[in-house]
């Protein structure tokens, strides 16, 4: 559906979009990306560019880096291609939201009038991208609306390198979804098409379960659910807990689930800092989760708790949508697809033959699912699968550039013979280095772009990391990045190119690896093919091996807490030098601290 502003259709009439602007905005997690004649050029989040964590503000740095890598001007574009459809959905936002009100009156009027109030938003869209046109608004391109579940739809089910015939969505909440669930019919040519199954509507959403125990414990909803997810693995059973959960979160036999809003505030489950839990639902979930000590094992029970809820609701979804459509072959997008663990324990429960989840399956990704909505709908011949599944995405810099940078900061810096060789042989010598190489990832990992690195043999390289260098969490895991062929030899896959999920690791990994295995025997890898985009990530852990005979590297984020991963040269040198880092690879050159005399 489009917001008024209809095709320019003198101009469009029997010729293709060839430039699709795809937008994430006026929300949380805003990113852009280019589709130039069908193919995916360049995509980016706002906050690694305006270097603001979870920023809110419109994406106009982003906007302006596709552009300048896809070589066009903003007036160049055919279309823009935006990731949420209030006014096209109302009728159904209006209903679902009303078909709550006799669970929670109050709250439920008010979320209405919430909702109601968005409808403004494709008004405040055209105002934002004025801005790039110089406030021309006539001179925008079309805008079209695509409902929030079709985006995270398309991202999921137009980039899996196999042919799904099924596809679950999971987020916070879409314009009035939180849960949808498709059943896709293949056809020849690879059009297809989707069916809604069913869907369950805001707030009986999985992701506000987990957001309201993240906030409850302590953290951010909708930015830290991955540190609860991280702590439960220090938890156990506790059969008290499990039945104030059950009350929660009902799990039915037909694997349907319900979330009882008797326990929440439903007008602030939806990025407001207020408490998502009401009175009852904090006496619900009682506890002291922090003290002197920091956490407590009433705060591990509770996480571990939420997890397994959450883990057992999706399972339980997945076999419902199995035992009605015979699908095997399954996408997954949406927020709450970014918990590593339930992905890794579905996956394990052979419910389904192949399980996909997409690049950035969160709500930055579906800038690029808005844009592939559109160019499939628009009937795109050319659209191509090929990137859709490459997370180097983002911007990159020269070897000159990085050197002016370098030489403005006085750094004491050489240039390196192999800095793949050179920065193997340090790790293996116990030292931890920041490695920056190639274009940015899209997306909430490091994947070899952008990473701090270190030996994987000593299980010390963990606690040096989290204190010295990202100042976080101690109980957090750190990913390996493995040669995909070495893969199965140290865990339970054999495939997962962006750490979409944890899986067993095995007694090689314990023997060898320790750095990499969490408390719970688990790891979430990245296999590194041999033809990976950052190629000297992958000549890196192939030197690393043949010094050590290990095939894998400890992989985290290039960041220190509450800052984004790095993205210039420039922010990488303030981390390094604000950070516990012993060494900087970047580009061709090798930094040490201190400067130059």
């Not at 592939?372 to 911007?395: F, I, M, V």
């Not at 042989?425 to 990832?441: H, Q």
Request: glycine share 8%.
């Amino acid at each position: 559906m489009m917001d008024g502003n209809a095709l320019r259709s003198s101009e469009r009439r029997g010729r293709p979009l060839r430039a699709v602007l795809g937008l994430a905005a006026l929300g949380h997690d805003p990113a852009v990306c280019l589709f130039l004649d069908g193919v995916l050029v360049a995509a980016v989040e706002e906050e690694r560019l305006n270097r603001q964590r979870r920023t809110e503000a419109f994406p106009h740095r982003a906007i302006a880096f596709v552009l300048a890598k896809g070589g066009i001007a903003f007036r160049d574009l055919d279309a823009i291609a935006y990731y949420w459809d209030d006014r096209g959905m109302l009728p159904a936002v209006v209903g679902r939201t009303l078909a709550h009100l006799p669970e929670h009156p109050g709250g439920m009027l008010r979320l209405l009038g919430d909702r109601l109030g968005s409808y403004w938003g494709p008004t405040v869209l055209r105002e934002r991208l004025a801005a790039h046109c110089d406030g021309d608004f006539k001179a925008l391109p079309p805008i079209h609306c695509i409902a929030h579940h079709e985006a995270h739809l398309a991202a999921a089910w137009l980039s899996a390198p196999f042919e799904p015939d099924a596809a679950l969505i999971l987020d916070g909440r879409g314009e009035y979804a939180a849960t949808s669930v498709y059943r896709i019919n293949p056809a020849s040519g690879g059009r297809g098409s989707a069916s809604l199954l069913e869907d369950y509507a805001f707030p009986n959403s999985l992701g506000v379960f987990f957001g309201a125990l993240t906030q409850h414990l302590g953290y951010r909803a909708l930015s830290d659910e991955y540190k609860v997810m991280g702590l439960a693995s220090y938890g156990a059973p506790d059969a008290a807990m499990q039945q104030r959960m059950a009350q929660f979160l009902a799990l039915y036999p037909d694997g349907r689930y319900r979330l009882s809003l008797r326990y929440l505030h439903p007008e602030r489950c939806s990025g407001s800092p207020l408490s998502w839990l009401n009175a009852a639902g904090k006496a619900l979930f009682p506890g002291r989760f922090q003290d002197e000590n920091g956490l407590t094992d009433e705060a591990r029970a509770l996480a571990y708790a939420t997890q397994e809820r959450l883990e057992v609701a999706m399972t339980g979804l997945v076999r419902r949508l199995v035992q009605r459509t015979g699908a095997r072959r399954l996408v997954l997008a949406g927020g709450v697809t970014m918990n590593a663990c339930a992905i890794g324990r579905l996956r394990a429960s052979g419910l389904v033959e192949q399980v996909y989840v997409p690049l950035a399956p969160a709500d930055s990704g579906a800038c690029i699912g808005a844009a592939l909505a559109l160019l499939r709908r628009d009937g795109a011949a050319q659209l191509s699968r090929e990137g859709l599944d490459n997370p180097y995405q983002g911007p990159s810099y020269s070897e000159q550039q990085i050197e002016q940078v370098l030489q403005h900061a006085r750094w004491s810096y050489r240039r390196a013979e192999d800095p793949a060789v050179e920065a193997a042989r340090e790790l293996a010598a116990g030292r931890i280095i920041g490695w920056f190489d190639g274009r940015m990832e899209f997306g909430e990992r490091a994947l070899g772009a952008r990473s701090i690195l270190g030996d994987p043999r000593d299980a010390a390289t963990r606690d040096r990391i989290n204190a010295l260098v990202k100042r976080r969490e101690s109980y957090r895991p750190f990913a390996p990045s493995i040669l995909e062929e070495d893969a199965p030899e140290y865990f339970e896959i054999t495939r997962s190119r962006r750490m979409s999920e944890i899986v067993r690791v095995k007694d090689v990994a314990r023997e060898r690896a320790p750095a990499v295995v969490h408390v719970d025997g688990t790891a979430r890898p990245q296999t590194v093919p041999r033809d990976v985009p950052v190629a000297s990530f992958r000549r890196l852990i192939e030197a690393f091996k043949e010094l050590t005979g290990v095939p894998l590297v400890v992989n985290t984020s290039f960041n220190v807490r509450d800052e984004p991963i790095v993205c210039s040269p420039e922010d990488a040198l303030r981390c390094y030098a604000a950070s516990g880092l012993e060494r900087l690879y970047i580009g061709p050159y090798v930094v040490s601290k201190g400067v130059e005399t």
